[in-house]
């Protein structure tokens, strides 16, 4: 039998020290870090020193930095006054007209002591998901507290949020973040986390992100605490996708003519366990991103594969080997042209 004491002091001892998941330690906390769409946060650069904060939307996809911008800004804007001077209201907040009404009122009328000239901010991150009711009440309150508040909207469609919200704000538009821009904040990272990696597995962190640095940062730190080196077999593991070099090899077969073998890589995927969409959704980043295919071969094969019948049935719920069958055949019969038909 152990006290009570020799018990709490175990549990001590074996406690493992807690550590932010490394998007959050390595989150920018100034406009100057932020990576990526230099052209626009150039402008909220311009606004941070002027001081004059107009109400912004921004729009892109997922894990480019848009609410991180925002928080910069609110930042370099506020100084110290940041935690009172900013309000922040994710989609997981219940944000119905009640909390506009109310949560947002209150505080756009509360008084708190800010730098000269500066405003109160109101952040509403995942804007896109709030009700019609919500956006009609929040337009009006963004004119009655123009004079002392803020609102800086983060949204992955713009064409979600309602006109006269539009027109009351600067729209500003993130693109997806470049290769070389990942490339280089993932060795910076491994470099402060000694991390041990090679080419391919940084090439891997890349294709599997697809312009997402939140999820490249995650796949990061997944593959070092599982493998403890970061390879490109390792991230396909880790992110259980299917690994490109297979569909590559099947895309080649295709090309080649070869159903027979492109149909048993296939199966190879199919039987590991690959999703209708997994395998469909790969095959176009592949030839996409293929240079050993004429321009007018990649161009037929992302038209059938990706934008036509395949991917367009799977999503309808027709996510069945034959589905893909059918899409390996039409590529093959493509690739081969009339003339090897025989009549």
């Known amino acids: 039998m152990y006290h009570f004491s020799e018990l709490s002091s175990m549990s001590k001892a074996t406690s493992l020290p807690y550590e932010l998941p490394w998007v959050e330690k390595y989150r920018p906390q100034d406009l100057e870090d932020v990576v990526g769409n230099s052209e626009t946060i150039e402008r909220l650069k311009v606004i941070a020193r002027d001081g004059n904060c107009p109400h912004i939307i921004i729009s892109g996809m997922p894990g480019i930095g848009k609410t991180t911008s925002i928080h910069c800004l609110a930042h370099q804007l506020l100084g110290d006054a940041y935690k009172e001077g900013v309000l922040e209201l994710n989609a997981s907040d219940e944000r119905g007209i009640d909390v506009v009404r109310n949560k947002i009122k209150s505080f756009a009328q509360k008084k708190v002591t800010l730098p000269p000239g500066r405003h109160k901010i109101v952040i509403l991150d995942e804007a896109d998901s709030m009700t019609a009711g ?46 070389k821009e990942l490339l280089k904040r993932l060795i910076e990272i491994c470099d402060m986390e000694k991390v041990q990696y090679n080419d391919d597995g940084l090439t891997a962190l ?20 599982g493998f403890g080196f970061v390879s490109g077999d ?30 048993e890589k296939l199966n190879e995927l199919w039987e590991n366990g690959y999703s209708a969409i997994d395998i469909a959704v790969t ?30 049935r799977i999503l309808e719920g027709v996510g069945t080997i034959l589905q893909l069958a ?18």
Do not use: W
């Open 283 to 312: 095959i176009f980043r592949v030839v996409k991103t293929s240079d050993n295919m004429p321009e007018y071969t990649k161009l037929e094969f992302i038209k059938v594969g990706e934008t036509g019948f395949t991917h367009m």
């Open 234 to 263: 390792n991230v396909f593991k880790v992110c259980d996708q299917p690994h490109p070099i297979v569909v590559q090899e099947m895309i080649k077969s295709c090309v080649d003519g070869k159903v027979d073998v492109a149909m």
């Open 134 to 179: 919500a956006q009609q009440a929040l337009r009006r309150t963004m004119e009655i507290f123009s004079n002392t508040t803020r609102f800086c909207l983060a949204c992955n469609m713009s064409n979600k949020i309602i006109e006269p919200i539009q027109s009351r704000c600067a729209i500003l538009r993130y693109a997806k973040l470049r290769d």
């Open 326 to 343: 059918g899409l390996i055949a039409r590529l093959c019969k493509m690739a081969m042209g009339p003339s090897k038909f025989i009549i």
């Open 206 to 225: 890349i294709f599997t992100s697809e312009g997402d640095m939140r999820q490249a940062i995650n796949n990061l730190q997944s593959t070092h605490s």
